[in-house]
């Protein structure tokens, strides 16, 4: 058996034409941006393509359903953010036009939904995925079965360089590739699994990093969501389940947005109304409940609302509801929220630390 590095070696002018290629015709700089402006999501599969077929639903739809929710939450809250979608209907996509569309609408942020499948159906929970080394052989496994797609498209020896998903060798290129947006991407995809374990109440088997071939040409920072497993019966018929959808793309949803929070903190691009000192990120919610124990994600607050936020202070658990970057906004979402809720109340956080509302409103 050939060894590693002869591989390397032998294969290194093609890989070094195409990373060469790719920078040259795909990447722009984000320096050059105003702001966290767009998000791309990308539901998997579609069309003749089913991805992972389970005993009750396929990926293809799931996903387009997850993804269709995710944009609708992001259009109601973040109605200055663009959203736009690889495909919004029952359509084949070839990987490279996914990532096209994502490119000509410079995205801030690229998010590919997809569902899991493996022999093993005790194995469930989530995982997100950004561009870069197969840490482990499972994480190759993955990649490899998302990658299979191309071969239903025409031409994908051409079009992806000679790419074949079936052959470890071909994902050596992704060593050479290392995604110049990887911390970006990881930060992403951490706030998601957070969202997903501590938020929505599902396992989560965290970031994880492997060669993507949607992920590849996208000239921004992506990730993309396994969001559960349709070969474990029971995740199978959570993902089918209307609620089980409006958790994941609920997370999905707030995933993105503490991601452009902070990007636009970072960068020190937070609008004047919400700052009282240049940098300052200065945002308000609704007080809905406090236990001195978590309260379980079916109850309480849960059932009266879709996103609900907790902190902790003074040895209590704090539950919000809402959001908002200014205070005549947030005072607009407090007459509704009365109507489940009627002692809740304004709270206001400067730089993630809670502060007097009089102090920043």
């Known amino acids: 058996m050939e060894s590693y590095n002869s591989i390397i070696i032998k294969s290194l002018p093609v890989l070094l034409a195409c990373f060469f290629i790719f920078c040259n015709e795909n990447l722009y ?113 993955v990649a490899k079965k998302e ?31 290392q995604n110049i947006y990887l911390d970006q991407s990881i930060e992403a995809a951490s706030i998601l699994e957070d969202q997903f374990e501590n938020r929505a109440g599902r396992y989560s088997r965290g970031v994880k990093q492997a060669g993507f071939l949607v ?49 636009e903190a970072r960068n020190n691009l937070i609008p004047p109304t919400t700052s009282t000192e240049k940098g300052d990120l200065i945002e308000f919610r609704i007080q809905v409940a406090s236990s001195k124990k978590k309260i379980d994600d079916k109850l309480g607050p849960y059932k009266l609302f879709e996103d609900v936020w907790f902190f902790e202070e003074n040895s209590l658990y704090k539950y919000t509801t809402g959001y908002a970057k200014d205070y005549e906004t947030i005072n607009k979402q407090l007459q509704n929220v009365r109507k489940k809720s009627p002692d809740c109340f304004i709270v206001a956080f400067k730089n993630g630390i809670r502060v007097p509302v009089s102090s920043v409103k």
């Open 215 to 263: 992920l590849r040409k996208t000239a921004m920072p992506g990730i993309l969501v396994e969001i559960g497993f349709l070969s474990n019966k029971d995740e199978e018929k959570f993902l089918e389940s209307e609620k089980g959808q409006d958790y994941i793309a609920s997370a999905i949803f707030r995933s993105i947005r503490d991601y452009k929070q902070r990007y």
């Open 29 to 141: 700089s984000q320096t050059e941006k105003d702001g966290f402006k767009t998000v791309v999501i990308d539901p998997g599969h579609g069309g003749k393509d089913p991805g992972a077929v389970g005993k009750i639903v396929k990926e293809k739809d799931v996903v387009l359903k997850v993804a269709l929710k995710v944009g609708e939450y992001l259009k109601k809250e973040m109605p200055d953010l663009k959203v736009v979608y690889t495909r919004n209907n029952d359509t084949f996509v070839p990987l490279d036009t996914r990532a096209e569309v994502a490119n000509k609408a410079k995205a801030d942020l690229f998010v590919s939904i997809h569902a899991n499948s493996i022999s093993n159906p005790q194995i469930y929970g989530t995982e997100t995925f950004v561009l870069g080394l197969h840490r482990s052989q499972e994480n190759l496994e």
């Open 147 to 177: 990658n299979a797609v191309i071969i239903l498209e025409e031409d994908y020896t051409v079009k992806y360089e000679g790419f074949d998903p079936t052959s470890t060798e071909s994902y050596i290129i992704f060593e050479l590739m």
